[in-house]
């Protein structure tokens, strides 16, 4: 999209560009930047209610939509370059104002230090979510439906699938109620409703030692996505879809939220590009 055409072509080119990405600036390789390097311009915040340090909840008042009072999201210097820190505590998202669908996003993560309450002394959490949609906090009061490339420590590139949000995936039955994906296993669909669950383990790991960053590659064309972590394939999904009351439709665009979940965690180069389909290597 990004070579010359004549006018007769190039406009409507154009045109494409400006739907998906809005005014925003654009950089090499058709890429659009989602964080500009110096503020959360383009982002809205969600928090959940209050919690203890134990993670009892202690008031059903959401903190809100755009209402940080603990500094939850903020952006600061690393190594001499602009990050997204969350800190963690407290528990929500800070979610991207526009839609998206049919894309190529990358970013780069990295762990902190420090965590809280109910999570201190577990595996630091975070996550992903795409194809966003409907009410804040529909998941555990925190986020909104959608699908989760889990970023957890010795967990990342996993499928969740949050507040009805469903997916089809190829797996393996590794335990009594875990399923891990594989290429050539049976097509399972997961989702709250079904009785595998909605949640399926990645096939291998790829994810460097903690502190280190790390590439996530998210590929959505259609009903279908790969998750992608530092060059290796996670896993990949079918029939993107929903469900409301047991009324199946599909889940293929939304807003990407980027969870605070008790952990320390710095986020960078977040960049995202419209694809006409999804390169076959991945899908092999």
Known sequence: MLRHFYLSIALPALLVVLAFAGKGPRSNGGWIPLFN?????GWDTYLAPPTDSNGH????QPIGL??????VFTVVTDSGEKVIRISGDGTGAVITQKDYSDYHLQLMFRWGVLQWGA???????SGLLYHSVGPYGADGGAWLRSHEFQVQEGDVGEYWGCAGGMADIPAVKKTDSGYEYNPAGQLYTFSVYNTMGRHCYKRGDAERATGE??????????????????????MVLYHLAQSDSG??????RGRIQLQSEGAEVFYKQIKIRPISQIPVDLLK
Do not use: A, F, Q
């Not at 909840?57 to 059903?60: A, P, T, Y």
């Open 37 to 41: 390097g110096k503020d959360l311009s």
């Open 57 to 60: 909840r202690i008031s059903e």
């Open 66 to 71: 755009n209402n940080d009072p603990r500094h």
């Open 119 to 125: 999570k201190k002394h577990k595996k630091k959490d």
């Open 213 to 234: 960053w790390n590439t996530l590659d998210l590929y959505c064309h259609g009903d279908t996505s790969v998750h992608v972590v530092n060059g290796r394939v996670m």
């Open 247 to 252: 009324k199946v439709s599909p889940l293929t």
